[in-house]
């Protein structure tokens, strides 16, 4: 029965990140309502009624986005109910697959579009772009709106594709990007006596996203910084219980917290600059700086599904149920 209970709570944590993030593409992109309507027009939870009603139509909006987030639950019910057969260790190692897959697609992300917004924005300034291709084309490079469908976006797909056939995280190959990005600035300041805005966009870009996108991978490793003082002593079924404790109190409340207040609106810190495809100031730098408030998405989502996963293999550690890394650790020793 825990291990039912558990199994739903983490396949509901996850259904529910799903449909918020759905939610949050049509209420910010597509001006659907949002279930903060349905609040609103009830004066639910301190919310105070909108200035102006809600067509019929809206409202049935409304109430489908907040019907998603129970149908979630349900389906994760009946998903638990009809796959009893998998374990704890099952689902966390799904959970895990989860979270590289979003990983490696992120990582494919700002290796392609950063190689190639720093391509555009070096032709540009050095005026060679109009020879490659067209002064009109030139002219529409020079502008967001314009370089977001038509460049970012095929390589944002191609990277979905490429990181669904693909099995290295590839972030470990981001490290050595960023260094080398730095020795090229280094080379070309104090040897040739160039250096343009874009070359630390670049730099910024992939150290930002090397950051974030390796945290998670980095928990499944137990790479992550933790006084051992204590836990080190501690038995594995203690272990288990702190990390199962420990990833449901702080680690999915926190990213919760992130997402919630990051995406809760067209104004909040990561909505704000995708919807308006913010840039750095520089004319001729990279426009990629609505993308790396997109980071912290990406930070939020893969850490809260391998917090899942890791609060999941805590409880099969509590439970004393075979495998596990630290049974792994202690087979090869």
């Known amino acids: 029965m825990v291990v039912f209970l558990f199994r739903i709570l983490g396949w509901s944590l996850a259904a529910i990140l799903f449909v918020f993030l759905v939610n949050n593409y049509l209420v910010i992109w597509r001006d659907w309502p949002g279930i903060v309507a349905v609040f609103a027009q009830w004066q639910w ?9 809600l067509s019929a139509a809206e409202l049935g909006l409304a109430w489908g986005q907040l019907a998603a987030y129970f149908a979630a639950i349900v389906g994760a019910f009946f998903y638990v109910s009809h ?23 992120a990582f494919w992300t700002v290796l392609l579009v950063g190689a190639a917004d720093a391509l555009i924005s070096f032709l ?22 314009y370089r977001w469908p038509v460049v970012h976006m095929p390589l944002l797909l ?19 990007l960023v260094v080398v990005a ?46 051992d003082v204590l836990y080190a002593s501690f ?12 990833s449901l109190v702080l680690g999915i409340a926190l990213c919760s917290v992130i997402l919630v207040l990051g ?21 001729f730098g990279m426009y990629v700086k609505y993308l790396m408030a ?31 890394r630290d049974a792994d650790a202690d087979l090869i020793h």
């Open 83 to 105: 796959s009893r057969d998998q374990s704890l260790r099952d689902d966390s190692e799904r959970f895990a697959a989860m979270a590289n897959y979003v990983i490696r697609a």
């Open 263 to 283: 995406m809760g609106g067209k104004a909040n810190i990561i909505n704000s600059p995708l919807l308006s495809i913010e840039v750095s100031q520089s004319g």
């Open 294 to 324: 997109g980071f912290l998405a990406v930070f939020a989502v893969s850490m809260l599904i391998q917090f899942i996963g890791y609060m999941l293999s805590g409880i099969a550690d509590f439970r004393g149920e075979p495998g596990g």
């Open 182 to 227: 730095e020795l090229l600035i280094v080379f070309s300041r104090f040897v040739f006596s160039y250096e343009q805005a874009f070359m630390g966009d670049l730099v910024r870009f992939w150290y930002a996203a090397l950051f974030l996108f390796a945290s998670a991978y980095t928990l499944l490793e137990e790479g992550h910084v933790r006084v």
């Open 45 to 53: 939870f301190g919310k105070s009624a909108p200035g102006q009603a």
């Open 235 to 246: 038995s594995r079924k203690t272990k288990g219980l702190i990390n199962a404790v420990g």
């Open 158 to 176: 191609a990277s979905l594709v490429i990181a669904a056939f693909t099995r290295s995280l590839g972030f470990t190959w981001l490290a050595l």
């Open 124 to 145: 540009r300034v050095e005026d060679l772009l109009s020879a490659v291709v067209g002064e009109e084309i030139t002219t529409e490079l020079g502008r967001a709106h």
